[in-house]
């Protein structure tokens, strides 16, 4: 079974509009933390927000905010005000504390496209 | 403070050839990890290290080696390159201990077999 689901292959928003990517992830560690990264047209992986199991508010970092409902498993990213650079494909991850090498699984993630 | 490097950038084998993707950070982090990236695939992940010396498999490790002789480097073999391993490979880094959060990841390698 798949740990990270991103359902949303594409999306589409135009510019200055908020858009939410979806992800839902699968464990049965109770610590555990959950990563989003966004990857532009150059290759390089850019994290943006973190979110731990045990952090009682949701994340937020500047435009960035993560809607995590633990109870559902979904750790959905909300991007405010959304600019033409958001153009790019964004990853959800997610870490296990009992993952011996804390790598983390990835999604297998949605393109972004913003228009203006 | 470089953070994650890898080398080459990019790179063209043919079936059958050997070679080594580098790796190296300078953060100290004890774990590194190694990841392909595949169209729709998202990334898998290769191998992983805990420390100098230890090494484990992830998800895909069929046709990989690699080793950790130092903290700092971590690089990864192609045995006898396939085309099926064709891909852009991420090298990455974190720390150990309390925090999940931080994991930093190297510019990748952008890998081509004939």
């Known amino acids: 079974a798949q740990k990270i689901t991103q359902t949303q292959p594409g999306m589409f928003v135009q510019e200055k509009e908020a858009v939410t990517l979806d992800c839902t992830y699968d464990?049965?560690?109770?610590?555990?933390?959950l990563f989003w990264y966004k990857q532009p047209s150059s290759g390089e992986m850019i994290f943006l927000i973190y979110?731990?199991?045990?952090?009682?508010q949701n994340a937020t970092e500047g435009r960035y905010s993560l809607n995590f409902q633990k109870a559902r498993k979904s750790a959905n990213l909300v991007i405010s005000a959304s600019q033409l650079g958001d153009s790019a494909m964004y990853f959800c991850?997610?870490?296990?504390?009992?993952?011996?090498?804390?790598?983390?699984?990835f999604g297998k993630g949605t393109t972004l496209s913003v228009s203006s | 403070n470089a953070g994650v490097t890898q080398t080459p950038k990019f790179q063209v084998l043919k079936t059958g050839q050997s070679m080594t993707l580098q790796c190296a950070q300078d953060m100290n982090h004890e774990y590194m990890s190694w990841y392909r990236q595949d169209p729709g695939m998202g990334l898998r992940l290769i191998h992983y290290s805990v420390g100098a010396g230890i090494t484990d498999q992830g998800e895909v490790p069929n046709g990989y080696n690699v080793s950790r002789s130092t903290t700092e480097d971590f690089p990864l073999r192609l045995l006898s390159a396939a085309p099926s391993q064709t891909s852009v490979y991420f090298c990455a880094s974190s720390t150990s201990g309390g925090s999940l959060y931080e994991q930093y990841f190297g510019p990748g390698t952008r890998l081509t077999v004939t």
């Open positions: 464990t049965s560690d109770p610590s555990y933390g």
């Open positions: 979110q731990g199991s045990y952090d009682q």
């Open positions: 991850a997610m870490r296990e504390r009992n993952q011996a090498g804390t790598a983390l699984i």
